[in-house]
């Protein structure tokens, strides 16, 4: 690959530090910020296919193989003695962080919706996110308490803006189902293993909260099928869906891997088609249509929420905060 291309990817890296792991994962900030200067391990990251360059996979790749490195010089070491491992591992993984702190951000719309509720996950790993009404939430101001169960609910503490309207209760979900590429087992050892990895290093709070989500997981067993949210495979699973139930259709952190913007389009119209509400809890970049009415500047690193191309709130990507814009919009 030429200096361009190489330049690319570097400012990739910069990137998500400058707007990802600032303030989040020091050590991620830092290390994001020594691979955009070292050529070598740019190189070696020009060789993968262009989806396969990202910044979590790389850092994720690395600590699952040889463990959390002190520095820079040690995951450096470690990368470039062990090339073909590290390749291969981000060849055969994804970065599916199935982060099930975002049903806090989620609550909001899905409590307002007409209940009870069908909910169809796209994208949807292990199905962590498929279970918001049976986790606890912490808005600061407002707490819901999680339902009693065998194994102790994690509670997601997020930071509201003043205008959320912040539920009064868990929805009531009489079905769930979730639509995924690579599904994940949440009683699978190895499987699970990789997903703890990609919680960075920092975040110990997360890491408990998502292996507390896990131990439901493996015990409610949520219905995950293994399709692509562009074929006939989602129409399928709608058309399963209880017909006296609110069908609603959401993703979070998903359709950015899907690299062709008609694609995605071409997806936004067939939920809209498919079912009454459409949820996406993505970059602002995956749909700039929606992006351009969300009434200002677009803040750095947060997600964008909308309901049926209609914003309605900046979110963090793990979860940690929410920012109700709807009126503004």
Same mark, same amino acid.
């Given at each position: ?55 979590n ?7 699952? +193989? ?9 995951? !450096?070491?470690?990368l +470039? ?31 307002r919706?007409p209940?009870?509720?069908? +909910? ?20 600061? !101001? ?54 703890e ?22 015990t ?12 006939s ?7 399963e ?23 995605? /389009? ?12 459409w ?10 249509s ?8 677009l ?23 929410? /920012? ?6």
């Amino acid at each position: 690959m030429d200096k361009e291309g190489l330049a690319e990817i570097s400012a990739r890296y910069v990137h998500f530090a400058d707007t990802e792991a600032r303030g989040r994962s020091p050590l991620y900030e830092a290390l994001a910020r020594a691979v955009a200067e070292d050529w070598e391990t740019l190189d070696f990251l020009s060789t993968l296919p262009d989806l396969k360059r990202q910044p979590n996979l790389l850092l994720a790749a690395v600590r699952h +193989l040889f463990g959390t490195p002190t520095g820079w010089a040690e995951f !450096r070491q470690a990368l +470039l003695a062990h090339l073909h491992a590290v390749r291969s591992l981000m060849l055969e993984r994804s970065t599916q962080t199935n982060e099930p702190g975002r049903c806090a951000t989620l609550l909001p719309v899905l409590s307002r919706l007409p209940q009870p509720l069908a +909910l169809i996950e796209v994208g949807t790993s292990a199905g962590l996110c498929l279970m918001p009404d049976l986790y606890g939430y912490d808005y600061g !101001r407002k707490a819901i308490r999680a339902p009693t169960m065998a194994s102790e609910p994690p509670v997601f503490r997020c930071l509201a803006s003043e205008t959320t309207p912040l539920p009064a209760a868990l929805p009531q979900v009489v079905w769930r189902a979730g639509l995924d590429l690579n599904p994940i087992d949440a009683s699978d050892d190895t499987q699970v293993a990789w997903l703890e990895t990609l919680v960075w290093p920092e975040q110990t709070a997360r890491l408990a909260n998502l292996r507390a989500a896990l131990k439901i997981a493996a015990t409610v067993k949520p219905r995950v099928v293994k399709g692509d949210l562009r074929g006939s495979d989602l129409v399928q699973l709608c058309s399963e869906a209880p017909k006296d139930a609110t069908l609603v259709i959401f993703h979070t952190a998903v359709l950015d891997y899907v690299s062709d913007p008609a694609d995605r /389009e071409a997806f936004a119209e067939q939920a809209m088609r498919l079912a009454p509400c459409w949820v996406s809890n993505e970059f602002p970049r995956v749909f700039p249509s929606i992006a351009t009415r969300a009434g200002r500047s677009l803040p750095p690193g947060r997600f964008l929420l909308s309901v049926n191309r209609s914003p309605l709130a900046w979110t963090d990507p793990h979860g940690a905060s929410l /920012e109700w814009i709807a009126d503004e919009a």
